[in-house]
């Protein structure tokens, strides 16, 4: 049985437009800097969309157009579409495109999963810039030690 489409309210879409860009700007140190641009359009354009009723989102030929032509600026750039950086990147450009396409709770859910996924990008990238940081130490410190035994 198909449910009817639930709209969002608007408080609930601020958040996760807010939880979303977060996300965007705390992975700026490894995505492709011509993303954000595309976010933040993205998001201003949902943002605008949603307060005059939702008729203003591209159709369906236009994102499978941005779709295509994202994927493969992702490639063009990275050369791969895995990997921390381009992965990121393709989430955060994905996200953009899923958010001019959303219109059920369904699709607001996966972009909420968006955004937490940039969240973990993010720590990820942080807690492996740590673990380098310490296993350079560590090692460091073992040297200094052989060769206090010497």
């Given at each position: 049985?198909?449910?009817?489409?639930?709209?969002?309210?608007?408080?609930?879409?601020?958040?996760?437009?807010?939880?979303?860009?977060a996300g965007t700007?705390?992975?700026?140190?490894?995505?492709?800097?011509?993303?954000?641009?595309?976010?933040?359009?993205?998001?201003?354009?949902?943002?605008?969309?949603?307060?005059?009723?939702?008729?203003?989102?591209?159709?369906?030929?236009?994102?499978?157009?941005?779709?295509?032509?994202?994927?493969?600026?992702?490639?063009?750039?990275?050369?791969?579409?895995?990997?921390?950086?381009?992965?990121?990147?393709?989430?955060?450009?994905?996200?953009?495109?899923?958010?001019?396409?959303?219109?059920?709770?369904?699709?607001?859910?996966?972009?909420?999963?968006?955004?937490?996924?940039?969240?973990?990008a993010a720590c990820?990238?942080?807690?492996?810039?740590?673990?380098?940081?310490?296993?350079?130490?560590?090692?460091?410190?073992?040297?200094?030690?052989?060769?206090?035994?010497?």
């Amino acid at each position: 049985m198909k449910r009817p489409d639930a709209a969002v309210p608007l408080t609930t879409l601020r958040l996760l437009l807010g939880a979303y860009l977060a996300g965007t700007v705390l992975n700026l140190h490894h995505i492709a800097l011509w993303v954000v641009p595309v976010a933040a359009i993205a998001a201003a354009w949902r943002w605008r969309a949603a307060r005059s009723g939702g008729r203003q989102l591209p159709g369906r030929s236009a994102r499978y157009a941005t779709l295509a032509l994202l994927t493969l600026a992702v490639l063009a750039t990275f050369r791969t579409l895995n990997g921390l950086e381009a992965g990121a990147t393709l989430l955060v450009a994905m996200g953009a495109l899923k958010l001019l396409e959303a219109t059920r709770i369904r699709d607001f859910a996966f972009l909420s999963g968006a955004a937490l996924f940039l969240l973990l990008a993010a720590c990820l990238a942080q807690c492996g810039a740590r673990r380098q940081r310490l296993g350079c130490a560590r090692q460091g410190q073992q040297r200094r030690a052989a060769q206090a035994q010497v």
